[in-house]
């Protein structure tokens, strides 16, 4: 059974000029120890549907599925109070920026233990030793003396390493990575997925990989889910995704690669849309 | 063509930090002695993780920021804004486009004013003749006139890079500095913008310094290369020399971190982790 399944979801948000529809009817499922890569540009409604699953949309979002199961739970009929306990537990998620997503105010230390404090109810001694390990883990040199750094006293990669540290203090059976390199260098993106493949083939966790960089899908996935404008154009496993790609929308993403270019002009994604279109008839 | 518009004679640059009360001033030297030569209609790649140095060197080639030491020539003549004014004839020369293109359009100022207010600054152009450029312009950078008195919120991410091209042309330079131009951009619209520099290069014969921490990218559009360092150039040479042979280990470990996306690495990659499993 998968770990997460989600049937014909949408979401949808009340503008002034009607509802406008970020996700329409996507089906999803990912295993345990399993990396799923979820690709798109920007507003393709990649993230949407993940935070439509974590319950962190604004109150102008209309969430509609036929089912969304995690774990055996089913996530629809559930209560905010029983949500919110796997929320953060059984389910992390990392975001993009990394120092956007740390508290300022409050210690690095202050905010790993917090997790444990609130879904592991540990006490003070043995939150800040699991807190010590976690950042060991995650790879951050002199642990104990970091656990009284602010976030702004640390480099972009080390705020994602805790952000990671923090996601993965209560041992969850998902973690949900959204665009978890973008704002990193190469040398630290390259650290830093590392990181997230290795923990997650160590604790055997699912991974959901939202990136809009076919090279990072390359580097982790298993699977790929390619979406664009709210619906899903092509799902494959990597490696058929990217020797023979089937949708008209793909084969447009990977000719943008600029490694992939042939000739003077870089291939857009909107001079393919426009000669495929008429042929498989493809949303534009 | 030969004709060199640009040379870097072991440009230095250094920060002073702290200083107050509770420390002792440090010098932090973030820019340590960099020579290069670029020649007209070429595009001179810098490469470098964030704190090389790559930006601050962007900034003096700029004139936004004095040298500490050391000569900047452009169109061989030499420059130094910490003893002299900066004409505008200078000004002209040489423009610079940011990264974010959300963070380098005020929100306040329309684009037609965006625009204008180059001309407006360093010519004596009447508001009409500005306002005929400015809507050329708009055209060429692939936007219409109708953009002309729209605010930059109005616009996305890729639109507003364009904009922030065609301000930086407004003046015709001949030296155009590309601070990061594209990291915050969207694969399909990254190419849509390298497309339309690469265009803007033949179309005004212009000399691109790009500095960028992305090598498929920079393997796409540039002709030399320079990697930096901790401030120091640990590679110089053409794009192909570069590419092809690496030379100092931080090249290499750059090479080693970019993701590769043929099919044969990750064919490579799934067969180790089946290994592991």
Do not use: W
Not at chain 1, 35 to 42: C, D, P
Not at chain 1, 111 to 118: A, G, K, T
Not at chain 2, 149 to 172: C, D, E, K, T, V
């Amino acid at each position: 059974m998968a770990l997460l399944e989600i049937k014909n979801l949408s979401v949808g948000f009340d503008t002034s000029t009607g509802q406008f529809m970020a996700v329409q009817g996507i089906d999803l499922s990912v295993d345990a120890r399993e990396v799923l890569a979820i690709v798109g540009e920007s507003g393709s409604g990649k993230s949407v549907a993940m935070l439509a699953v974590m319950g962190l949309l604004p109150k102008s979002a209309t969430v509609t599925a036929d089912s969304m199961t995690f774990d055996g739970h089913d996530m629809l009929k559930m209560t905010t109070k029983r949500k919110r306990e796997i929320v953060g537990r059984d389910v992390a998620m990392i975001f993009q920026e990394p120092m956007a997503s740390l508290n300022p105010c409050f210690t690095v230390g202050f905010q790993l233990e917090e997790v444990l404090r609130f879904h592991m109810k540990m006490d003070a001694k043995t939150r800040r030793r699991r807190a010590i390990e976690l950042l060991q883990q995650v790879g951050i040199p002199t642990p104990e003396e970091r656990l009284s750094s602010y976030p702004h006293q640390m480099s972009g990669g080390q705020c994602q390493r805790v952000m990671i540290a923090i996601a993965i203090a209560c041992n969850p059976k998902l973690l949900i990575a959204d665009e978890p390199t973008t704002a990193l260098d190469v040398t630290i993106q390259k650290q830093i997925l590392d990181l997230l493949v290795s923990l997650q083939a160590k604790y055997g966790m699912g991974l959901i990989m939202i990136t809009h960089d076919m090279g990072v899908v390359a580097e982790t996935a298993d699977r790929v889910i390619v979406q664009y404008k709210g619906r899903k154009m092509e799902e494959a496993d990597v490696l058929s995704l990217f020797e023979s790609p089937k949708s008209p929308y793909t084969r447009a993403l990977l000719s943008a690669l600029p490694e992939n270019a042939t000739g003077d002009r870089l291939s857009t994604v909107a001079d393919f849309m426009k000669n495929e279109a008429a042929i498989s008839g493809a949303p534009s | 063509m030969t004709e060199i518009v640009l040379e870097g004679r072991n440009i230095v640059r250094d920060y002073h930090v702290g200083g107050s009360f509770f420390g002792k001033a440090k010098t932090v030297r973030a820019v340590k002695g960099v020579s290069f030569t670029l020649e007209k209609g070429k595009t001179l790649a810098i490469v470098g993780e964030s704190g090389c140095g790559k930006s601050t060197l962007g900034r003096i080639l700029t004139l936004i920021d004095p040298q500490t030491s050391g000569e900047l020539l452009i169109d061989g003549k030499a420059i130094n804004i910490a003893k002299d004014r900066v004409t505008s004839e200078m000004r002209r020369k040489v423009q610079i486009i940011f990264q974010n293109p959300y963070g380098s359009l005020n929100p306040r100022q329309k684009i037609g004013e965006v625009l204008g207010e180059p001309l407006l600054l360093n010519t004596k152009k009447t508001a009409a003749q500005r306002r005929d450029l400015a809507m050329e312009m708009l055209v060429k950078v692939g936007l219409g006139p109708e953009h002309y008195n729209r605010y930059p919120h109005m616009f996305s991410g890729g639109q507003r890079q364009r904009i922030a091209i065609a301000r930086a042309l407004m003046l015709s330079p001949s030296l155009l500095v590309l601070d990061e131009p594209v990291s915050a951009l969207d694969l399909s619209v990254q190419a849509q913008v390298l497309n339309l520099l690469a265009d803007l290069q033949d179309e005004f014969n212009l000399t691109y310094v790009f500095i960028s921490h992305d090598l498929s990218v920079v393997r796409y559009i540039a002709d030399e290369v320079m990697v930096m360092y901790y401030g120091e150039v640990v590679e110089y040479g053409t794009r192909d020399e570069v590419f092809s042979n690496p030379q100092h280990s931080y090249t290499k470990t750059l090479f080693a971190a970019t993701p590769k996306s043929d099919v044969e690495s990750i064919k490579a990659r799934l067969a180790k982790k089946k290994v592991a499993a």
